[in-house]
């Protein structure tokens, strides 16, 4: 069993940056490849960025490539989302997500286990 608690959401104004931050519970959190979603309000729940266990190896969603970084730290059990150059689009709740190895990186019913997330407001 995994548990994922996000935070650093919050408001922040158009080109300003946030750092999420998902802390897990578990043993076995170096052997889960990690994700970051998002959902706004009316849409679907879009993968946003992901990091593989094995190699750390990042993954990206084309809107948020060169703006948004992610990164673990295994002796921590926590996954980061760094996000700079942030836009009113970006506004969305925002989610971790771990995965066993394997599966498509933006399909969400690739991912065990989820977050309950956190609110990123992006005011223009």
């Known amino acids: 069993q995994v548990q994922l608690v996000e935070s650093g959401g919050g408001l922040v104004q158009a080109g300003g940056s946030l750092r999420l931050s998902c802390a897990t519970s578990?043993?076995?959190?170096?052997?889960?490849?990690m994700g970051w979603f998002r959902q706004a309000p009316g849409k679907e729940r879009e993968f946003v960025a992901g990091i593989s266990w094995i190699n750390e190896r990042p993954y990206y969603a084309d809107s948020v490539k060169g703006r948004f970084t992610i990164s673990r730290d295994n002796a921590k059990n926590t996954v980061y989302l760094q996000m700079n150059s942030l836009k009113s689009e970006d506004t969305a709740v925002y989610y971790c997500?771990?995965?066993?190895?394997?599966?498509?990186?933006?399909?969400?019913?690739?991912?065990?286990?989820w977050g309950q997330g956190t609110q990123v407001t992006v005011s223009s």
């Open positions: 578990g043993r076995t959190f170096s052997t889960y490849s």
């Open positions: 997500a771990a995965k066993r190895p394997g599966g498509n990186w933006y399909d969400v019913s690739a991912y065990d286990y």
